[in-house]
């Protein structure tokens, strides 16, 4: 009971809140010194894809519909747990939470393969019920106060509803960061890449080569270029390699690039040629958003200069004045 009373008080929430706040600004700032190197994973997650896609083809050549990976002493980095697997098949939550998109939405944010669905789907269930049972034991056992019961009950409800977007939320925050990291390395790939073609390079060989070069700037990208690679090697149609390049990105400029590679290779157009284009409508679109990120500077200015900067100036300048009229042997003294 003691315990429960403790939770119960105001000062002790307070204090564990602003605890909570202090790790995560110390989080924060300390994060950004650790250097995080993923590639060794990102590595492996592609040499199972390549492993995932050979089987596949080697299937199909064989003449079998199914992919036979079992038996190959492949584990794929996305494999679930076996209880979510479980939850997921008998409530048959693919049916319920998974549409055309979710599998293409996973791709953009780097989760790919049927454990990372398997593990997407089963939050989108377990969150909102966590959320709601949180929260019913802390306003209905720890803090009760003087509401009655059914608005302690509708404000559980409320959160666990709101709960149920944590999951799409986390994904889309994920999504935007791996957009944003391609997107700036897209136009030194595009450069890249065309250096590689007049030198004689093939289509595969530019994107190996790019996809080591372009690792320490964008690791994200060079996981993609690498699967491209992969793509282009075990696919029977080029184009759906970069198809599938463009989708699982979901950036405007790499499905143009993509689409101006497919006719290049459909249509035996220069592929330099176009590649020079594209890469000059990169440079040009990136010096635009330099260009419009500086003009939407002076705005973004305005509201931190009113509030910081000129009471500070204010006050410099004001001071020595008002010292001297209000100080001894003043005016006003």
């Known amino acids: 009971m003691i315990i429960f009373d403790l939770l119960g008080q105001r000062e002790f929430m307070i204090a564990v809140l602003a605890a909570i706040s202090m790790a995560a600004v110390v989080f924060t700032f300390g994060s950004g010194l650790i250097v995080k190197t993923e590639m060794k ?32 002493g492949i584990r794929r980095t996305g494999e679930t747990k076996s209880y979510m697997k479980k939850v997921v098949e008998r409530l ?24 990372h669905l398997t593990t997407f789907l089963f939050m989108r269930l377990s969150t909102p019920i966590a959320v709601f049972l949180v929260t019913a034991v802390y306003l209905l056992g720890l803090s009760p106060g003087d509401r009655p019961l059914y608005l ?6 409320g959160a666990g509803l709101l709960g149920s977007f944590l999951p799409s939320i986390l994904l889309k925050n994920s999504t935007t960061k791996r957009q944003f990291s391609i997107q700036r390395a897209w136009p030194d790939c595009l450069d890249l890449m065309l250096l590689c073609v007049e030198a004689g390079m093939s289509m595969e060989h530019a994107f190996k080569r790019v996809s080591r070069e372009i690792g320490q700037q964008s690791p994200e990208l060079a996981e993609e270029l690498a699967l491209t690679t992969a793509e282009l090697a075990f696919l029977e149609d080029r184009g759906r390699a970069y198809d599938n390049l463009g989708r699982r990105t979901g950036l405007d400029g790499v499905r143009s690039v993509m689409t101006a590679l497919i006719q290049a290779d459909k249509y035996g157009t220069s592929v330099g040629q176009a590649l020079r284009v594209m890469a000059e409508e990169g440079r040009e679109t990136r010096m635009m958003d330099a260009e419009k990120k500086a003009a939407s500077l002076p705005p973004k200015l305005t509201v931190p200069l009113i509030l910081f900067f000129l009471p500070v100036l204010f006050i410099v300048i004001i001071s020595p004045a008002m010292i001297k009229v209000f100080g001894p042997g003043g005016v006003a003294g």
């Not at 055309?100 to 790919?112: C, E, S």
């Open 41 to 72: 994973d990102r590595i492996k997650r592609v040499a199972l894809e390549r492993d995932k896609m050979r089987a596949e083809e080697m299937a199909r050549l064989r003449g079998r519909g199914d992919t036979v990976v079992e038996g190959r």
């Open 92 to 115: 048959d939550l693919k049916k319920a939470f998974q549409d055309d998109a979710t599998v293409d939405k996973l791709a953009m944010a780097g989760y790919r393969g049927q454990g």
């Open 152 to 157: 302690n009950l509708s404000y559980a409800v």
